[in-house]
């Protein structure tokens, strides 16, 4: 499995951003797909979560009401539209995926694969 991550930039307060990862090689029923980000100097912590088959997603609970995960099966990419930033969700987000991945909450150390990171700075 390898996953492609894209989207970042540079967004004032309250506006919005749409990260992407495209997933090549998706397999098992129960494969999931989600976003970590790691602020500066801090750990890296989950963003939200959807599985491949069933579109059941997870949110954190910092995020819950602003972002919101999706795929398209079609395009084997996994979006995540993010409204209302703040200055705190700026970070590099990291997608990742697991092959057997519907339960909450994830964790870092369980993820299989990951993706390249991708910044997102908002400005105050």
């Known amino acids: 499995v390898q996953l492609q991550a894209s989207g970042g930039g540079l967004v004032q307060t309250g506006g919005s951003l749409t990260l992407s990862c495209v997933a090549s090689?998706?397999?098992?029923?129960?494969?999931?797909i989600g976003w970590f980000r790691q602020a500066p100097g801090k750990e890296r912590e989950f963003v939200a979560r959807?599985?491949?088959?069933?579109?059941?997603?997870s949110y954190a609970e910092s995020v819950r009401g602003r972002f919101t995960i999706s795929r398209d099966n079609a395009k084997n990419t996994v979006y995540l539209q993010m409204n209302g930033l703040k200055p705190e969700d700026t970070a590099v987000y990291y997608c990742?995926?697991?092959?057997?991945?519907?339960?909450?909450?994830?964790?870092?150390?369980?993820?299989?694969?990951w993706g390249g990171g991708t910044l997102v700075t908002v400005s105050s």
């Open positions: 990742a995926a697991a092959l057997q991945g519907d339960y909450d909450p994830w964790e870092s150390d369980d993820m299989d694969y």
């Open positions: 090689g998706v397999s098992t029923d129960d494969f999931a």
């Open positions: 959807i599985i491949w088959s069933s579109g059941s997603t």
